[in-house]
């Protein structure tokens, strides 16, 4: 049987999604709680994507094939159990063999926070990234992200380690807006490079402060170099949000 999940984890402690010997990743957490309750090391899941160090996600998505026939409370609680406090599982239920957690995948939304106050909570330090003296403008923000929407090549726009030679992606939904003290960018498209969202993020905030002007981001783009982007944005005001399917 295999079995699709909606994962949902504090990315702080963890050196990113994907395992590697000896760090702490939570794709090594689920793991291990699996094949501990399989009492099986062969058993192993498959995620949506991975996300680095430091990325937090509210719905992320798995599947693992399972010989066991339990109900979604039953996995829910069994899993959890097993699992520490910074990695949840939220739903799980079983889906067809044809379902792959990655490459059945139609879509995924992130979201990117900022907050604008004077001075950040020790308690949100982790979670949105601190704007201190800088004061982005929401509107020249706004007018960049509209040369991002539609179908591109983002070269400019993803890591240089980026193995995948095809980077040609749409973008369906980009918006960025202010809520109380905080600034939050969402986006949501067809798939995403590596680091492109936070490549995305550090671009738009660039404009924002005014070392960039909005009609510049669709230069950056057309220029397929990742050079001309600047800085990628820090890991921790980054979310997935979540994963759409075909279902």
């Not at 899993?79 to 239920?93: E, F, G, T, W, Y």
């Not at 929407?149 to 193995?163: E, I, K, N, R, V």
Request: glycine share 6%; aromatic share 8%.
């Amino acid at each position: 049987m295999r079995i699709k999940a909606t994962v949902s984890y504090d990315g702080t402690q963890f050196s990113g999604y994907q395992s590697q010997p000896k760090m702490r990743t939570v794709q090594s957490e689920i793991d291990k709680a699996l094949r501990k309750m399989h009492k099986d090391d062969s058993i192993h899941s498959v995620a949506s994507g991975r996300t680095d160090a430091g990325v937090h996600a509210w719905g992320q998505v798995i599947h693992f094939d399972t010989p066991l026939n339990l109900t979604e409370d039953s996995w829910l609680m069994a899993l959890n159990v097993l699992l520490p406090k910074d990695i949840r599982i939220l739903s799980a239920h079983p889906v067809s063999e044809e379902f792959h957690a990655r490459y059945s995948a139609k879509g995924k939304t992130y979201q990117y926070r900022w907050t604008r106050k004077p001075i950040q909570s020790p308690f949100e330090r982790n979670y949105s990234v601190h704007l201190g003296k800088w004061n982005p403008d929401l509107k020249r923000m706004q007018e960049g992200a509209v040369h991002l929407l539609g179908t591109h090549d983002f070269t400019s726009f993803c890591s240089s380690q980026t193995a995948t030679s095809n980077k040609v992606r749409t973008i369906r939904m980009l918006e960025i807006e202010e809520k109380n003290d905080d600034l939050i960018l969402t986006i949501e498209g067809d798939g995403f490079l590596y680091n492109m969202v936070r490549t995305i993020a550090g671009v738009l905030y660039a404009v924002g402060i005014g070392w960039d002007e909005p009609c510049q981001v669709a230069e950056i783009l057309e220029a397929r170099d990742r050079k001309r982007a600047g800085k990628t944005a820090p890991s921790h005001g980054l979310y997935l949000m979540s994963v759409t399917y075909g279902e």
